[in-house]
């Protein structure tokens, strides 16, 4: 979850023993683990203050475990264990206090967080009498209540003055941050936004891993060389792709260098989480994104018969959702018309094997590949691109034309400025989806009299799903 805002998952995985026990798994909802853990660790005649206070730390101590995926980014399958050697006292099918029960009712989506950072609080915590600690005493709290303290300040005086309680989190289904398929060179999203921020603070303690310039979420080659480094220092392949195992060994890494499950952790900011694409897109978002979704949707609309096509217009509206739902029908997915990460991920699937399968004789002009190209590329898409501009320069002179080496520098990044500047898209001087189709489109229609981009005369189609 280390990628986004904090929230509370609908259940919990615990693990009833210590981590390396050959011990079951259990999944429980994640307020009924907040009343076990309670009626476990604290005694249902303290006072309301104490209660509070304290219940308040066994949330956010569980909401750190699973925000900082501590066990799962270590390979375990699970979020949190039952004992106090690691954790905090969970005994699987026991009752709880009914007035614990009332009070978690109340707070099990509220948890304590540092003034200027994102994440739960590490909140540790110990009985205060047999063992004490650096954080909260649990004995120590009905002292606190019992003088007149309130559970805020009950916190304040374990946890520093500098805390805030968040206030009603969202509840939603948790899902593990690797974003579900490997990333690399080319690849754009804020999971790569994520990894190189990660990266980025990682290489402070390990200062053989080169900085990243630009943290903007897109796979550059700074970023391929960042993770080559990383993945030697660490003993993983060293492929420049960051798959399953290199996301949760850099993950491991970023929350122990940060201190992360620690009191005095050095904390994430709110900029460190702060998304570089839309999160999920639906009726009423506009913008590059939707464009984008509309192109793969037409070229996919044109070669799957049972996915409907769409028009590339940067709006989202019904025909957008209608098209999506048809293409979440085709591929067994949820129909809710809404572009999320599991319905991102098919949808990249299914037009890379397009990409990947038709036959080139189908194609008047040629598909994006599926990776955002910028300056320091080579291959050859870029190829293709500069041979595009270079037609198009012969009608629009201010579009400089390029040679057509297969790398893209200075002069390719001049090219496609221009080109932006000219046929209003962001002059950013970097090709995703929405400029490349567009490119293309201008190239067909200069070259053949008319539009012959794939998505409109395929010639080739694709019953399955």
């Not at 109340?106 to 909140?123: A, K």
């Not at 946890?159 to 206030?167: E, L």
Request: glycine fraction near 8%; proline fraction near 6%.
């Amino acid at each position: 979850m280390l990628t986004g805002t904090p929230f509370i998952p609908e259940t919990i995985t615990v693990h009833l023993g210590t981590p390396d026990s050959n011990a079951p798994n259990v999944t429980v909802d994640f307020p009924s683990y907040i009343k076990n853990v309670a009626s476990s660790e604290i005694f249902p005649t303290w006072s309301d203050s104490a209660l509070r206070a304290n219940i308040y730390a066994i949330v956010s101590f569980a909401l750190n475990r699973i925000y900082t995926e501590w066990y799962r980014s270590r390979g375990y399958a699970f979020d949190i264990t039952s004992t106090t050697q690691y954790d905090q006292k969970f005994i699987n099918g026991r009752e709880f206090f009914e007035n614990i029960g009332y009070i978690v009712d109340e707070l099990f989506d509220d948890y304590v967080q540092r003034q200027g950072s994102v994440e739960p609080l590490f909140t540790s915590f110990c009985n205060g009498t047999t063992s004490t600690c650096s954080g909260l005493s649990q004995w120590g709290t009905v002292d606190l209540a019992n003088n007149g303290f309130t559970p805020y300040e009950i916190l304040q005086y374990y946890y520093g003055d500098d805390i805030n309680i968040v206030k009603d989190a969202p509840v939603k289904t948790a899902m593990p941050s690797y974003p579900g398929i490997p990333l690399k060179f080319g690849s754009a999203s804020n999971s790569v936004k994520s990894i190189q921020v990660f990266l980025n603070r990682i290489s402070r303690n390990y200062p053989a891993i080169p900085k990243i310039p630009q943290a903007d979420g897109i796979f550059d080659a700074s970023t391929e060389a960042a993770v080559k480094s990383f993945q030697a220092i660490f003993d993983l392949e060293v492929s420049g792709v960051v798959d399953q195992a290199t996301w949760y060994r850099i993950l491991y890494i970023y929350a122990s260098v940060k201190r992360l499950s620690e009191l005095n952790s050095e904390g994430i900011s709110p900029e460190e989480i702060a998304p570089q694409f839309s999160e999920d897109l639906g009726i009423g978002s506009e913008g590059n994104e939707v464009r984008n979704l509309q192109y793969y949707l037409a070229v996919i609309g044109a070669y799957y018969e049972a996915v409907q096509p769409v028009a590339i217009t940067g709006y989202f509206g019904e025909e957008t959702e209608k098209s999506l739902k048809s293409f979440q029908r085709v591929f067994g997915l949820p129909q809710t018309g809404v572009l999320n990460r599991e319905t991102n991920n098919d949808l990249y699937r299914a037009y890379m094997g397009i990409v990947e399968s038709v036959p080139p004789e189908y194609t008047a002009v040629a598909l994006y590949p599926g990776t955002v190209l910028r300056e320091g590329a080579s291959g050859d898409s870029v190829r293709i691109i500069q041979e595009y501009l270079t037609f198009i320069h012969q009608t629009y002179p201010e579009i400089p034309a390029v040679n057509n080496t297969g790398y893209f520098g200075p002069m390719t990044k001049r090219s496609v400025t221009e080109f932006q500047r000219v046929f209003g898209i962001n002059p950013t001087g970097i090709i995703g989806g929405v400029t490349w189709d567009s490119i293309a489109g201008v190239y067909s229609d200069l070259r053949y009299g008319f539009d012959k981009r794939p998505y409109q005369n395929p010639g080739y189609t694709i019953t399955g799903g």
